[in-house]
């Protein structure tokens, strides 16, 4: 099971690692290495959230998700996205773009293909940053059957019965943010509310094809499959319904799997903003960017499958809930680098801790459930021997 999920972005990895040292040396070699750390290490929560959108798919874009999905995310997003960027904001034409990057440069120089793409920060963080805030937001307001942080979380699903409150709150965020932290304050608002505008426009249409290809109207409430913002363990649960009979179809295909795949493209897209920019801190190669930050994607990829195939969700049911706090602190930290230089390292550690937090909570919930099914079953041992 591990080499089935793992094996190509094992393979990947030692043929990316073998190259940067022949081509650029132990120098090359070490800077693929730490971006790819980096990456897995910054994208993990990303990974737990891809899993319960991916567990909605079929087997046939779950395997896309692990091969166009890939290409998407190295090429696009890690290399050609930065060279779009810089093109836009700088008013530069493609060929003089690919030259800047080729040449290189520190990102405190004026003028550089790294200096250009730092400058245009802000519109990315303003962009990323509403994308998750509002993902976030959506996940915390909603009532599920498993609670975390009981304290917190329910009464805020209390508060999100109010609809749309989650993009009001939204809206509110960014303007704060824009007007005190930002120098281009326009720029950040229209960045802002692009984010906001298309979380809402892929996730509305892959629900809204999502319900067209499964149950009808006349279904109950609690028949129909869960959605992108499902919990954990109602998507475990639709996953095994599929299993079970004919006209139990919950994983879905064509236009629903579609925009689910394109949902967890521009998801994709959100954290590695932040990542490619930070990046430049280390190398100024767009070449060794894009592959070392392209390994630790792959990797992603590999552990949202494997969360989905061990049905892993459904074992640690507050995992989806640390991974989501943690793209709360990501999206808050994205807002906060309009202005202010977060690094990495303390990123990646904020996303780490929640998601460990979670799994231990969900391991020691697992023992107190294991514990208290035991001593039942000994009582009802108890009561048939007398």
Known sequence: MFL?????????????????????????????????????????????????VLGRMNAWWQRLFLTVGVLIAVFGMRLIFPLLLVGITAQLNPVDVVRLALEGGSV????????????????????????????????????????????????????????????????????IAAET????????MVSGVLGIAVYILVNSL????????????DEDEDEKPAGIHGDAGDVAGDIEKAKSGPNAVVQVAGKAAFFLFLYLEVLDASFSFDGVIGAFAISQ??????????????????????????????????????AHWAIGALAAILLVGIKYEVPEVVTGLIGVGFILAAFLSSVLLNRRNGAAEAAEERAESLAGRS
Request: include cysteine.
């Open 181 to 188: 932290l930002a120098k281009d304050t326009g720029t950040v």
């Open 108 to 175: 405190d120089e004026p003028g550089t293909y790294a200096a250009l793409l730092h400058e245009a920060h802000p519109s990315i963080a303003a962009f990323g940053g509403m994308f998750l805030l509002v993902l976030f937001l959506d996940f915390i307001f909603e009532t599920r059957e498993h609670t975390w942080l009981t304290w917190l979380e329910k009464p805020l699903a209390k508060i999100g019965k109010l609809d749309q409150l989650s993009v009001v709150i939204s809206l509110a965020v960014l303007v």
């Open 206 to 217: 892959g629900e809204l094809f999502e319900n067209a290809g499964g149950l009808g109207d």
């Open 4 to 52: 089935k999920t793992f094996g190509w972005s094992l393979a990947v990895t030692a043929v990316t690692l073998v190259g940067a040292f022949f081509l650029g040396g132990p120098t090359a070699f070490l800077i693929v290495a730490i971006l790819c750390v980096l990456e897995i290490s910054v994208s993990f929560d990303n990974a737990v959230v891809n899993a319960t």
């Open 285 to 322: 190669n767009i070449f060794i960017i894009a592959a070392g930050l392209g390994v630790g994607a792959m990797y992603i990829r590999s552990l949202t499958v494997y969360l989905v195939r061990k049905g892993t969700l459904s074992e640690y049911v507050f995992l989806e809930h640390g």
